[in-house]
């Protein structure tokens, strides 16, 4: 199926089957005073970014390629829980040159290059998942796999005026592979999960939102994962979802509570269905802040952990100790 329809409107709210394709050239996209663009307009304007973490006990690992057109960017990191060190690299290409990004949410390739770094983000050979591979050179090897993505959260929401959002999340997948950095070797065991976030859209021009991410085992051996968001895709319906064992559980709105000017306080973030009630204490930070005029982006994302309680369809409250994640403050210009 496709996002558009044939008179160019999107189709709105949660999507239980895949989007084989998100005709974004087909959108009938016009100016806040309604005139119609462009096709170069609508090629221009449109933003693309996906993003897959790999989490558990030890390290956690994080990588995302933009697409925003005028430019675009990649990053990864690692932070090891157990010595506390952060390791990070991050890379920027004018007009978007060495990137690619398909508009298939499902099945597509995206990927990054600059000078001897090689980045892909693609489905994997069997199954639903994602292959991950990052090279350069001897310095960095990054191999994973994420499985058993067989339950995603699919969202069309609008955003502003005259744009909108496609979103298409999950978490809580098992991992396999590894990350070689220099000379220092981390490998997934059973406890690592993983998380996929692939979204584009006519996004509003200048964004603001909150976001939370864990993916891990629970104490009575089951995966869980989570996705949270506010001040983003929000209008009708929301991102927010729950997945025990890679079922989906669809969450209502939710609260962040945090103190953006003291980073090592305590987060707490609550749904409005009175499902989730999570405590976050930050251990490390990527952050970057860039003001380009036309561009601008204000962004910390912590790696840390949570606990709280968790309610599931049946009532019972689930006890989430010690599950690593990730958080985000985050302004965006684009």
């Given at each position: 199926?496709?996002?558009?329809?044939d008179?160019g409107r999107?189709?709105?709210?949660?999507?239980?089957?895949?989007?084989?394709?998100?005709?974004y050239?087909?959108?009938?996209?016009?100016?806040?005073?309604?005139?119609?663009?462009?096709?170069l307009?609508r090629?221009?304007?449109?933003?693309?970014?996906?993003?897959?973490?790999?989490?558990?006990?030890?390290w956690?690992?994080?990588l995302?390629?933009?697409?925003?057109k005028l430019?675009?960017?990649?990053?990864?990191?690692?932070?090891?829980?157990?010595t506390?060190?952060?390791?990070e690299k991050?890379?920027?290409?004018?007009?978007?040159?060495g990137?690619?990004?398909?508009?298939?949410?499902e099945?597509?390739?995206?990927?990054?290059?600059?000078?001897?770094?090689?980045?892909?983000i693609?489905?994997?050979?069997?199954g639903?998942?994602?292959?991950?591979?990052?090279?350069?050179g001897?310095?960095?090897?990054?191999e994973?796999?994420?499985?058993?993505?067989?339950?995603?959260?699919?969202?069309?929401?609008?955003?502003?005026?005259?744009g909108?959002?496609?979103t298409?999340?999950?978490?809580?997948?098992?991992?396999?592979?590894?990350?070689?950095?220099?000379?220092?070797?981390?490998?997934?065991?059973?406890?690592?999960?993983?998380?996929?976030?692939?979204?584009?859209?006519?996004?509003r021009?200048?964004?603001?939102?909150n976001?939370?991410?864990?993916?891990?085992?629970?104490?009575?051996?089951?995966?869980?994962?989570?996705?949270?968001?506010?001040?983003?895709?929000?209008?009708?319906?929301?991102e927010?979802?729950?997945w025990?064992?890679?079922?989906?559980?669809?969450?209502d709105?939710?609260?962040f509570?945090?103190?953006?000017?003291?980073?090592?306080?305590?987060?707490?973030?609550v749904?409005?269905?009175?499902?989730?009630?999570?405590?976050?204490?930050?251990?490390?930070?990527?952050k970057?802040?860039?003001?380009?005029?036309?561009l601008?982006?204000?962004?910390?994302?912590?790696?840390?952990?949570?606990?709280?309680v968790?309610i599931?369809?049946?009532?019972?409250?689930?006890?989430?100790?010690?599950?690593?994640?990730?958080?985000?403050?985050?302004?965006?210009?684009w």
């Amino acid at each position: 199926m496709k996002l558009i329809d044939d008179q160019g409107r999107v189709r709105f709210g949660v999507h239980h089957k895949p989007i084989d394709v998100v005709n974004y050239r087909d959108f009938d996209l016009r100016t806040v005073m309604d005139r119609k663009r462009t096709r170069l307009a609508r090629q221009w304007r449109f933003n693309q970014f996906q993003f897959v973490s790999a989490m558990g006990p030890d390290w956690l690992f994080g990588l995302a390629i933009v697409d925003l057109k005028l430019v675009s960017s990649a990053f990864f990191y690692l932070f090891d829980f157990r010595t506390g060190q952060m390791l990070e690299k991050s890379y920027l290409q004018p007009l978007a040159m060495g990137t690619r990004f398909d508009a298939v949410p499902e099945t597509g390739e995206t990927s990054f290059t600059k000078g001897r770094l090689e980045m892909s983000i693609g489905p994997r050979e069997h199954g639903h998942g994602r292959r991950v591979r990052v090279h350069r050179g001897d310095e960095l090897s990054v191999e994973l796999s994420l499985s058993q993505d067989n339950d995603p959260l699919r969202v069309a929401c609008p955003a502003g005026y005259n744009g909108w959002v496609f979103t298409r999340k999950s978490a809580g997948l098992p991992v396999a592979g590894h990350v070689r950095w220099g000379d220092r070797e981390w490998h997934c065991d059973d406890r690592m999960r993983g998380s996929i976030d692939w979204s584009c859209g006519f996004m509003r021009r200048e964004t603001a939102w909150n976001w939370a991410c864990l993916a891990g085992v629970l104490g009575d051996g089951r995966s869980v994962g989570l996705n949270l968001a506010a001040g983003v895709n929000e209008t009708g319906v929301t991102e927010n979802a729950l997945w025990l064992d890679g079922k989906l559980i669809k969450l209502d709105m939710a609260r962040f509570e945090f103190n953006r000017y003291q980073p090592d306080s305590p987060w707490r973030v609550v749904t409005s269905d009175g499902r989730l009630d999570l405590r976050f204490q930050p251990a490390g930070v990527r952050k970057e802040r860039l003001n380009a005029g036309v561009l601008a982006s204000n962004f910390r994302q912590y790696a840390g952990t949570f606990d709280g309680v968790i309610i599931e369809d049946n009532g019972a409250r689930t006890p989430v100790q010690g599950i690593r994640g990730l958080m985000e403050d985050h302004f965006a210009r684009w």
